[in-house]
C-alpha cells in the first residue's frame, strides 16, 4: 500500500543530544513537509522540500535541520540548538498537478518527541 | 500574508446535534485551495476535502457537509447528526495555486461527541 511512514512512533532524547526523525514515502511524491503541533498551536511548518536536493526554512526552522537526497525521503534532525523540542512531529507529501502544488497532502502517523 | 482563524478552540455536542465548526481565511491570491483535514486520537491527519477558489458550490458527503463564501472569506464545515467517532481535532488549511503552495493551518477546533 501507498503512504507515508514515519518512525520511531515515540522518541525520548536527553538534552543536548541530537536525534533523527525518519520520513518515507512510496507515493512518488515531489513535496515533503514537516510540521511541528503543541497543543492549542495547530501545525506549524519547519521545513519544505519541492524537489530533491533542495530545501526552505519554514516558520519555525531553527533548532533543525533536513536532508533530501532521495525523493522518497526526508529526515528531520532536531540538533540540541531546539530548545524546546518536546512536541508531536508531522510528516507530509504532496504531489504536483500539472506543476501545481495545490493538492492535499497526505501525512504520516507522527513521532512524539519527549526531552528527558 | 495568508492567515487560517478556526475561532472556536473545543466544541462539545452530545450525539445526534448537528455541528458546525468555523474557519476564515486571509489570502491576497486570487487563486487559492481551501482544505479541511480530521486528526482522530491516534494522531494521524485524515483529508475530508479540497476546495478552490473558483468554485463556491457547496458540497455534501454524507453527514458531512461545506460551505464556502468568498464574500465573509469563509469554509465552514457541518456535521450533521454527530456520532461519538466523529470525536477529533478538526484543521482547516489554506495553500496558494500554483508551483509554490504551502499548506497553513488553522489551530484546529477540537470536537467532543458525547452518547
Known amino acids: 500500500d501507498g503512504g507515508i511512514t514515519q518512525s520511531p512512533k515515540y522518541l525520548f532524547r536527553k538534552e543536548g543530544q541530537n536525534v533523527t526523525l525518519s520520513c518515507e514515502q512510496n507515493l512518488n511524491h515531489d513535496a515533503m513537509y514537516w510540521y511541528r503541533q503543541d497543543p492549542g498551536q495547530g501545525l506549524r511548518l519547519i521545513y519544505y522540500?519541492?524537489?530533491?536536493?533542495?530545501?526552505q526554512k519554514g516558520d519555525i526552522a531553527e533548532g533543525y535541520s533536513v536532508s533530501r537526497e532521495k525523493k522518497e525521503s526526508f529526515p528531520l534532525t532536531v540538533t540540541s540548538a531546539q530548545k524546546n523540542p518536546t512536541a508531536f512531529y508531522l510528516c507530509?507529501?504532496?504531489?504536483?498537478?500539472?506543476?501545481?502544488?495545490?493538492?492535499?497532502?497526505?501525512f504520516g502517523q507522527g513521532t512524539r518527541l519527549t526531552v528527558v | 500574508a495568508q492567515k487560517v482563524t478556526q475561532a472556536q478552540t473545543e466544541i462539545s455536542v452530545v450525539e445526534k446535534e448537528d455541528v458546525t465548526l468555523d474557519c476564515v481565511y486571509e489570502t491576497r491570491d486570487t487563486t487559492y485551495y481551501l482544505f479541511w483535514y480530521k486528526q482522530p486520537p491516534s494522531g494521524e491527519l485524515v483529508f475530508l476535502i479540497r476546495?478552490?477558489?473558483?468554485?463556491?458550490q457547496n458540497e455534501i458527503s454524507g453527514r458531512y457537509s461545506w460551505n464556502f463564501q468568498k464574500s465573509t472569506s469563509s469554509f465552514n464545515f457541518t456535521i450533521t447528526a454527530s456520532q461519538v467517532v466523529d470525536s477529533a481535532v478538526y484543521f482547516c488549511a489554506l495553500s496558494r495555486g500554483g508551483s509554490q503552495g504551502n499548506l497553513i493551518f488553522g489551530k484546529g477546533t477540537k470536537l467532543s461527541v458525547k452518547p
Open positions: 476546495r478552490n477558489s473558483f468554485d463556491e
Open positions: 522540500s519541492q524537489i530533491v536536493n533542495d530545501f
Open positions: 507530509a507529501s504532496r504531489r504536483r498537478d500539472r506543476g501545481a502544488l495545490d493538492t492535499e497532502a497526505f
